[in-house]
């Protein structure tokens, strides 16, 4: 990636920096963060580099190690299954509350974004993006603030571990068959129905994760 223009050296930027490359994975799990290194790596100073590193390890992105280094945590199932349970709650509650809400502007939104996953499912990145586009739609509409908070607080934490999710066709597939079914019981004004199939596509999300996370560690790759 192109280093980041000399004019942006704040810590903010510095931060954003880092935690896109966690997030996607460009700094491995377990990986060190060498700081002088990072700071010409980043073309910025070392103060502002700290303090993106101190709010990365306040948010459970890098860890500080005992010995005083710092790493990309490694990626674990057990916080797989505990991130998507409490996601799945979340996404059940925006969807009841979106069945209640949604406007004939919203459901022509959302059918909208399903359009695009349909045509866009057989490619992992870009179906990754319409699902996330989707479930935050969703979150508009439902219009819970707290929960609002809590799903993006939560889904920043997954987003090391969407890659996992979808990267099969076949999981690809059957989230869109989700997708499809959630804004069909939202549309129905079913907040049963739509709690339900929100519920059960996080948690299969989560087996994908958890089922591809176990097959790459017992690679031993």
């Not at 903010?12 to 963060?33: F, M, N, T």
């Not at 700071?39 to 860890?63: D, F, G, W």
């Not at 996601?87 to 509650?93: D, K, N």
Request: glycine fraction near 6%; charged fraction near 25%; hydrophobic fraction near 45%.
């Amino acid at each position: 990636m192109p280093a980041i223009p000399a004019r942006n050296t704040g810590a903010h930027v510095v931060y954003a920096e880092l935690k896109r490359r966690i997030l996607c994975l460009d700094l491995k799990p377990g990986e060190r963060i060498y700081e002088p290194a990072m700071a010409t790596a980043l073309q910025v100073s070392r103060t502002p580099l700290r303090e993106a590193i101190r709010r990365l390890i306040s948010e459970n992105l890098l860890e500080q190690q005992p010995t005083g280094g710092v790493v990309v945590p490694v990626l674990d199932e057990a916080e797989i299954s505990e991130l998507y349970e409490v996601r799945a709650a979340v996404e059940s509650l925006m969807a009841r509350n979106a069945c209640l809400k949604a406007t004939p502007a919203d459901l022509g939104e959302l059918h909208g974004i399903l359009a695009r996953n349909a045509a866009l499912v057989e490619f992992a990145d870009d179906a990754m993006q319409q699902g996330m586009a989707l479930h935050a739609r969703i979150a508009l509409i439902a219009g819970n603030s707290w929960a609002g908070r809590f799903h993006e607080q939560v889904a920043s934490q997954m987003e090391r571990y969407r890659h996992y999710t979808n990267s099969t066709q076949r999981r690809r597939d059957q989230a869109l068959a989700q997708h499809r079914a959630l804004v069909e019981a939202i549309a129905a004004g079913d907040p049963e129905r739509a709690a339900k199939v929100a519920f059960e596509h996080v948690m299969g999300a989560r087996d994908a994760a958890v089922r591809a996370l176990s097959g790459k560690n017992g690679s031993g790759s």
